[in-house]
């Protein structure tokens, strides 16, 4: 499963909010579309649910915690997606 957030700064402290969800397909891709405008970042998580067993995911591309993540400037009805 593939959480996307929006991550916005207020001052000195960035907000991660979670908008969406999906799915990889049998090559771990995936997309998100019709995005509004916005800094992004997307937590994959091995199993169908984040918050069984402790999971920690990996956030896009390959780092292990979300301040290593690459942020990632999304316009107005853009869209976020990964290809293996």
Same mark, same amino acid.
């Given at each position: 499963?593939?959480?996307?957030?929006?991550?916005?700064?207020?001052?000195?402290? +960035? !907000? %991660? +909010?979670?908008?969406?969800? &999906?799915?990889?397909?049998?090559?771990?891709?995936? &997309?998100?579309?019709?995005?509004?405008?916005? @800094? !992004?970042? @997307?937590?994959?998580?091995?199993?169908?649910?984040? %918050?069984? +067993?402790? %999971? &920690?995911? &990996?956030?896009?591309?390959?780092?292990? /915690?979300? /301040?290593?993540?690459?942020?990632?400037?999304?316009?107005?009805?853009?869209?976020?997606? !990964?290809?293996?």
């Amino acid at each position: 499963m593939v959480t996307l957030a929006q991550s916005t700064m207020i001052g000195s402290i +960035n !907000y %991660v +909010n979670p908008s969406r969800t &999906t799915r990889t397909d049998d090559r771990g891709r995936y &997309t998100f579309e019709n995005l509004a405008a916005g @800094a !992004y970042i @997307a937590a994959i998580f091995p199993s169908r649910s984040p %918050v069984l +067993n402790g %999971v &920690t995911p &990996t956030f896009f591309p390959a780092a292990s /915690s979300a /301040s290593e993540a690459v942020l990632r400037l999304i316009r107005s009805g853009g869209r976020f997606s !990964y290809a293996a």
